[in-house]
């Protein structure tokens, strides 16, 4: 076996101390990096780059694709703990996880997401490994027309992603529709809607967006309601998952890592659309969609799932072809480049030391990361028990600090601030904030590729359905509106 | 008369305090403004100079990022900073001169003193392995018979890529082909790859690899010169078309006091021939190219008139 044989020389690389240290310095920077909302992956990578100069290359990336990785096991600590999500990733564990916290099953709800990050990870990685060269084919085959229908697809799931209402689910979809016109027009070179305001050229900052929306609005919900009020009612129950949430979430931990590695592999797909496609498609194939939103552990298995596994398929493009499909991987592409190397199609041929060992080295970060964060659960836990009254003057402060870390910028606090105000009212008004967000995520790619499509097709709408694959993905989409149309198996409680 | 002396005596203390003060610039470190987030090809590059320049400058280089709005938040912090050399700003073509062509914004380069160029982008065209055309010339050949069907990406409108295409286009007698804009270099080159499009412009670097792979091939590099790590391929001037050099260069506030200017663009002089610099530059494909405060602001003038010609010629001057 070619691959098994590549594989020993990746874990002696991967397993050298010096390189062992560094992977998992990587990883716990990684993870707490995750936690603190608003500082990013890519901000801290870009820190540490420098620092990096004097390592060889094989260590540089290894740390630093462990920080990368990390970042996707701790975003999910603040999600489940206080409702921020620190990345876009991580907004669909705030349903449920938030949820379970309250219910006093925090414990179970980061256990999951541990092990989810963990197995899809994993899975994730051995896809890499087996399918990298093919994948990247595959990946290259998405034209604007094929973005478009998967996009399409996308905003179709708007109406699984919300609980109550579907009317104000797609008023909310819309209304992310519009926040993502903001900017300037890659098509046209112009301007939209920004009103001079230098800030709002490009765009609406999405971070700042889901730490307004969703902790600064919870904070200011639960300060209405009543302050003093215990926010964690019940008793803490468990620190890990029981044998019932395993049974419940095992098809959803490999759905999860199924779709979100093929998502991951797509540049611009990314992590985001994994977690919220991942959400849709559980609420869709389960036998108590009603159960969604209200601390289902499925709820929080499967994104994390998929979050994880679209990290480890978005190296697919990096390392296969040397085209970065987001920021973080363009980072690292610089990494690569500042130590003298380049990814490429020619890669696993010129240095098959520095790809296999960095393969290697992610199976041993993804242990490293489990081994971390299992211990680290109880202490999380335990914040929990700091008095609300307390405890969310703490939760501001670090969404503040965390949005000014976003660029060295008071615009985005100015941004957070006014989309807590918003998501206090959307809350009280019965809107959810999750088909928003997805929309202002998808927004830009959705339009930007449609209209590249009709360039590409001197204009003829044809080119989305003679593409086989851009057919498909509408087909499925057209299913699906239809079925929901017709079956109603949406619970409607409003 | 007293007051006369006072006065006389206040001049001449604050006389000396500011001459002292010149005498020993710089006295605390110096920061880079980079108007884009950390990461990107000139943060590399600035980071790289910063990494050599304390021996050069009498004092540490600290590259701090300020992005947003497409650079104007950085390069509008820079223009209201103190004007004591202290603060200074990475500009480049597109940020100081393109930019307050096509948009709203409340500074041009004249808001600037020139410290000298850094760099410059090697930006090339490049198309698809297997298409009919085998060159540059070939490749205009084609066009003009084939009106309409060359699909060609950049990495956005109103890029300074767009800018040279249509040039290269305006100077063959006007190719017809259709623009598809993309989010950037990266996606641009990966549809290119897919056979999406049939030609891309842009940055030479992230090209490397696929073209190693070939599967797509250079045609033209749109620089003055022929660069480096492409030797074998032509730059645009070789054949009849104008070429751009899309220099980086480094700024300081409007009112900052020459000899201060002159301090820092003699510093960056000897920085970039330093050797730790050059080494560490070459491994990005990056070479340093120095030029000094009088003979780049000439340059930069002739470049701003073109770049006013070509947007106005394509509608997309500022309303």
Redesign the interface.
Same mark, same amino acid.
């Given at each position: 076996m070619d691959v098994l044989q590549h594989l020993i020389v990746g874990f002696r690389v991967a397993l050298e101390p010096m390189n062992l240290l560094l992977c998992f310095l990587g990883c716990l920077g990684g993870t707490l990096v995750g936690v603190l909302p608003g500082f990013g992956p890519?901000?801290a990578?870009?820190?540490l780059? #420098?620092g990096t100069?004097h390592l060889s290359p094989v260590s540089a990336i290894i740390m630093l694709s462990g920080i990368y990785y990390g970042a996707m096991y701790g975003g999910s600590t603040t999600s489940i703990l206080v409702n921020i999500p620190g990345e876009t990733a991580s907004v669909m564990t705030c349903l449920d996880g938030y949820q379970m916290a309250r219910k006093g099953r925090a414990g179970p709800a980061l256990g999951m997401a541990a092990f989810a990050s963990f197995i899809a990870g994993t899975i994730g990685v051995i896809g890499l490994m087996l399918l990298a060269p093919p994948l990247a084919r595959f990946?290259?085959?998405?034209?604007?027309p094929e973005y478009f229908s998967l996009m399409l697809l996308g905003l179709t799931m708007v109406s699984y992603l919300s609980q109550g209402s579907m009317i104000k689910a797609f008023i909310m979809a819309g209304l992310g529709l519009l926040l993502s016109f903001i900017g300037?027009?890659? +098509?046209?070179?112009?301007?939209r809607f920004t009103f001079?305001f230098?800030?709002?050229?490009?765009g609406v900052g999405i971070i700042p967006v889901l730490m307004g929306v969703f902790g600064v609005g919870e904070i200011l919900s639960n300060a209405e309601e009543e302050m003093g009020r215990e926010v964690f009612t019940q008793k803490i129950k468990g620190l890990l998952p029981s044998l019932k949430d395993w049974m419940d979430s095992k098809w959803a931990l490999i759905r999860g890592a199924l779709l979100g590695f093929f998502l991951g592999i797509l540049?611009?797909g990314g992590a985001a659309i994994a977690s919220f496609m991942d959400y849709a498609l559980e609420k869709r194939l389960s036998k108590h969609p009603e159960l969604f939103g209200t601390g289902t552990i499925v709820g929080v298995a499967g994104p994390e799932s998929a979050n994880n596994s679209a990290t480890a398929g978005a190296f697919i #493009?990096l390392l296969t072809?040397? +085209? #970065?499909?987001n920021?973080v991987t363009?980072?690292l592409?610089?990494a690569f480049? +500042?130590?003298?190397t380049? #990814?490429?199609?020619?890669?696993m041929q010129r240095t098959p030391d520095l790809f296999w060992g960095i393969i290697a080295s992610m199976y041993v970060g993804n242990i490293i990361l489990l081994i971390l964060n299992l211990p680290l659960i109880g202490m999380w836990v335990r914040i929990l028990k700091i008095p609300y009254p307390i405890l969310s003057p703490l939760i501001l402060l670090f969404c503040i600090v965390g949005a000014y870390s976003l660029?060295?910028?008071l615009?985005d606090i100015a941004i957070m601030i006014f989309f807590g105000v918003l998501g206090h009212v959307m809350r009280k008004a019965g809107f959810e904030g999750a088909p928003m967000i997805l929309s202002l995520v998808i927004g830009?790619?959705f339009e930007?590729a449609f209209r590249?499509s009709l360039? +590409?097709g001197?204009g003829s709408f044809l080119i989305f359905i003679r593409r086989p694959i851009s057919a498909a993905l509408i087909a499925i989409s057209v299913f699906l509106i239809f079925t929901a149309a017709f079956r109603r198996k949406i619970p409607q409680t409003n | 008369m007293r007051k006369m002396i006072l006065v006389g005596m206040l001049v001449g203390v604050l006389g000396v305090f500011f001459s002292l003060s010149f005498a020993a610039f710089p006295e605390k470190p110096i920061q880079i403004i980079n108007p884009f987030a950390a990461g990107g090809e000139t943060d590399m590059i600035l980071r790289i100079i910063a990494n050599a320049a304390p021996p050069h400058f009498g004092q540490s280089l600290v590259v701090v990022n300020k992005p947003g709005g497409g650079g104007s938040i950085g390069i509008q912090y820079v223009d209201k900073s103190k004007p004591d050399g202290y603060t200074i700003l990475s500009g480049s073509l597109a940020t100081l001169l393109l930019h307050p062509h096509m948009e709203k914004v409340p500074y041009t380069y004249r808001n600037f003193k020139v410290i000298g160029q850094f760099g410059i982008s090697q930006i090339g065209l490049f198309s698809k392995a297997d298409t009919p055309w085998k060159d540059f010339q070939g490749f205009v050949k084609y066009a003009k018979e084939h009106p309409g069907e060359i699909k060609y990406g950049s990495a956005g409108a109103g890029t300074i890529g767009h800018l040279l295409m249509e040039s290269i286009s305006l100077t063959a007698g006007g190719l017809k082909m259709v623009h598809v804009p993309y989010a950037g270099t990266a996606p641009a080159l990966t549809s290119l790859a897919g056979g999406h499009i049939q030609v891309s412009i842009g940055d030479v670097p992230p090209a490397i690899p696929l073209m190693e792979a070939k599967q797509i091939t250079p045609l033209v590099i749109t620089n003055t010169q022929r660069v480096k790590t492409l030797a074998n391929v032509p730059a645009l001037p070789e054949l009849g078309f104008r070429g751009v050099d899309v220099w980086k260069a480094l700024f300081a506030p409007g009112d900052t006091p020459p000899a201060v200017v002159k301090h820092l663009e003699k510093a960056l002089d000897a920085t970039l021939p330093d050797q730790n610099c050059i080494a560490a530059l070459a491994k990005i494909g990056q070479e340093p190219d120095f030029i000094g405060t009088e003979k780049f602001t000439i340059k930069m003038m002739e470049d701003d008139k073109w770049l006013a010609e070509i947007v106005a010629k394509l509608g997309l001057a500022k309303k």
């Open positions: 890519t901000a990578m870009a820190l780059l #420098p100069f990946a290259l085959k998405f034209g604007p300037t027009d890659i +098509i046209s070179g112009v301007s001079d230098m800030e709002l050229r490009e540049p611009g #493009p072809l040397g +085209i #970065p499909g920021a363009a980072l592409l610089g480049m +500042i130590h003298g380049q #990814p490429g199609p020619l890669m660029n060295g910028n615009w830009q790619m930007n590249q360039l +590409i001197d | -």
